[in-house]
């Protein structure tokens, strides 16, 4: 499974866009990257997902490189209520579901 | 569509108890798992099962346990209840395939005193 790595923590400022990356050096060919984000006690809420290049939708994109590995979830004109922990997650096996989540990035956004 | 269904929300348990908690995933989706997410320890993996056979472990004691039904709902239990074992469990479900997306669940609160 790949391991990833993320920065701990992240401020930003309302109206601004934040790019958050995640790397995974280790990812393997059939590995999907997947973003989330979570509220306290809340559980993590899907973002977006992708496998190569960019993906896109209403809340947020994310970018891959062509190596792979890395991605960066880019959320546009951020506010208050964006504040939150975002995690990064490489590495379904064949199995389908054996995620092992980083840290993931606490994100404050200031007024 | 209905998302992932956790049930208690919230319990207080004495040490030494055992609990069970309860998921209802996604209507279509044969697979869940299930986390245990703590301060210190973050997220972390308990169990997966798909089609009622358990297929991939975390690395917790015997004392954590699960099971899936054939309508795909899905229990674990704790037994012997510790002082350590005071989390937020989320349950996760997706239809099980490779590159397919986890949903998450709102979580059971276990505190053990």
């Known amino acids: 499974l790949a391991k990833t790595t993320q920065p701990i923590s992240m401020d930003s400022y309302e109206g601004q866009e934040v790019n958050i990356t995640c790397s995974h050096n280790n990812i393997a060919t059939n590995d999907y990257i997947t973003w989330y984000q979570q509220f306290p006690s809340q559980g993590p809420r899907f973002i977006i997902q992708?496998?190569?290049t960019k993906v896109t939708n209403e809340v947020a994109s994310l970018f891959i490189p062509a190596d792979r590995k890395s991605s960066t979830l880019s959320l546009p004109r951020v506010s208050l209520s964006d504040t939150a922990v975002y995690y990064c997650?490489?590495?379904?096996?064949?199995?389908?579901?054996?995620?092992?989540f980083g840290p993931g990035t606490r994100l404050s956004v200031l007024p | 569509k209905a998302g992932v269904t956790q049930t208690p929300r919230y319990l207080i348990k004495t040490r030494g108890q055992q609990v069970t908690l309860s998921c209802s995933p996604i209507?279509?989706?044969?697979?869940v798992s299930w986390y245990q997410q703590t301060p210190g320890q973050g997220l972390q993996f308990l169990f997966e099962?798909?089609?009622?056979?358990?297929?991939n472990k975390g690395n917790f004691p015997g004392r954590f346990s699960g099971r899936q039904f054939s309508n795909s709902r899905s229990e674990m239990n704790v037994s012997t209840l510790e002082l350590g074992d005071s989390a937020l469990y989320l349950c996760a479900s997706s239809s099980g395939g490779a590159g397919n997306t986890i949903y998450f669940g709102e979580g059971s609160w276990l505190t053990v005193v």
């Open positions: 997650l490489v590495g379904l096996d064949n199995y389908g579901q054996n995620f092992v």
């Open positions: 209507s279509g989706h044969r697979s």
């Open positions: 992708g496998y190569k």
């Open positions: 099962y798909f089609s009622e056979t358990q297929r």
